[in-house]
């Protein structure tokens, strides 16, 4: 018997929602049957897949009165009802998996995910995509680290950390290879140029360096350019030339 689930999908990348509408329409081959849930649709779903790092994830839980609703998040700081977590890069079978144990029958659980050699997915013979390139954001703002890491999301660096501290920052970077480190000038326990003189300094070394500070000046911008700073933006930075900036990571 035919079954259709309606999946309600907040937050996501392009390439994530790309992949995501790959597998409703591939679902339409099966007797288990994945649409994308909107307002305009009758039936309420049934299914939640939550992106972690939007802000409107926190928000439809907070308002969300459906106590049936089946919660999928991906990321971090997962809420208390949440029925399975995942981390990324997002494996698509995996969480497709996940999905049939609560609606598949056990003869349609042979589900082909054939992505059309999509951005998502490589044919086997193909060999592996280079890990995912990692971003550390440092500020002691959570508004801010939740804004630097949505813009981040924006430019398909989607793998980041956070530290409040300097002291965090540096511990970081020394422990993991970034590609670019997103740093306000106004952490609470150190000295803005000597923490990005400590920073440049780190091993490994980090790529790019962009940094946000409440108010700049044009000897400012020059002396972290000479510093290896390849943005030094006034808060809040410049979506445009932030987000050209972080597309060149």
Same mark, same amino acid.
């Given at each position: 018997?035919?079954?259709?689930?309606?999946?309600?999908?907040?937050?996501?990348?392009?390439?994530?929602? &790309?992949?995501?509408?790959?597998?409703?329409?591939?679902?339409?081959?099966?007797?288990?049957?994945?649409?994308?849930? &909107?307002?305009? !649709?009758?039936?309420?779903?049934?299914?939640?897949?939550?992106?972690?790092?939007?802000?409107?994830?926190?928000?439809?839980?907070?308002?969300?009165?459906?106590?049936?609703?089946?919660?999928?998040?991906?990321?971090?700081?997962?809420?208390?009802?949440?029925?399975?977590?995942?981390?990324?890069?997002?494996?698509?079978?995996?969480?497709?998996?996940?999905?049939?144990?609560?609606?598949?029958?056990?003869?349609?659980?042979?589900?082909?995910?054939?992505?059309?050699?999509?951005?998502? !997915?490589?044919?086997?013979?193909?060999?592996?995509? +280079?890990?995912?390139?990692?971003?550390?954001?440092?500020?002691?703002?959570?508004?801010?680290?939740?804004?630097?890491?949505?813009?981040?999301?924006?430019?398909?660096?989607?793998?980041?950390?956070?530290?409040?501290?300097?002291?965090?920052?540096?511990?970081?970077?020394?422990?993991?290879?970034?590609?670019?480190?997103?740093?306000?000038?106004?952490?609470?326990?150190?000295?803005?140029?000597?923490?990005?003189?400590?920073?440049?300094?780190?091993?490994?070394?980090?790529? &790019?360096?962009?940094? !946000?500070?409440?108010? !700049?000046?044009?000897?400012?911008?020059?002396?972290?350019?000479?510093?290896?700073?390849?943005?030094?933006?006034?808060?809040?930075? &410049?979506?445009?030339?932030? +987000?050209?900036?972080?597309?060149?990571?």
């Amino acid at each position: 018997m035919t079954q259709r689930v309606f999946v309600q999908v907040v937050g996501f990348t392009d390439t994530e929602r &790309h992949a995501l509408n790959t597998v409703f329409r591939l679902s339409e081959q099966r007797d288990t049957i994945y649409s994308l849930w &909107h307002g305009g !649709t009758a039936d309420r779903p049934t299914l939640a897949l939550m992106d972690g790092q939007s802000n409107e994830s926190r928000l439809e839980l907070e308002f969300s009165n459906d106590p049936k609703l089946k919660v999928i998040w991906v990321g971090s700081a997962a809420p208390p009802n949440a029925w399975r977590i995942f981390q990324r890069p997002i494996v698509w079978p995996q969480v497709v998996s996940a999905m049939d144990q609560l609606f598949a029958p056990a003869d349609d659980l042979d589900f082909d995910l054939d992505f059309d050699n999509g951005p998502d !997915t490589l044919p086997p013979d193909e060999p592996r995509p +280079h890990p995912a390139k990692r971003a550390l954001i440092a500020s002691a703002s959570r508004d801010e680290r939740l804004y630097l890491r949505a813009r981040l999301a924006l430019a398909d660096l989607t793998q980041a950390d956070d530290a409040e501290t300097g002291a965090q920052a540096l511990e970081l970077a020394r422990a993991h290879p970034y590609a670019v480190a997103l740093v306000d000038f106004g952490l609470p326990d150190v000295e803005g140029w000597a923490f990005l003189k400590d920073l440049a300094e780190a091993q490994p070394a980090i790529r &790019h360096v962009i940094v !946000t500070k409440d108010q !700049t000046t044009v000897p400012e911008r020059i002396r972290a350019w000479r510093a290896g700073a390849e943005g030094f933006f006034q808060k809040p930075p &410049h979506p445009e030339r932030l +987000h050209n900036l972080l597309r060149k990571v």
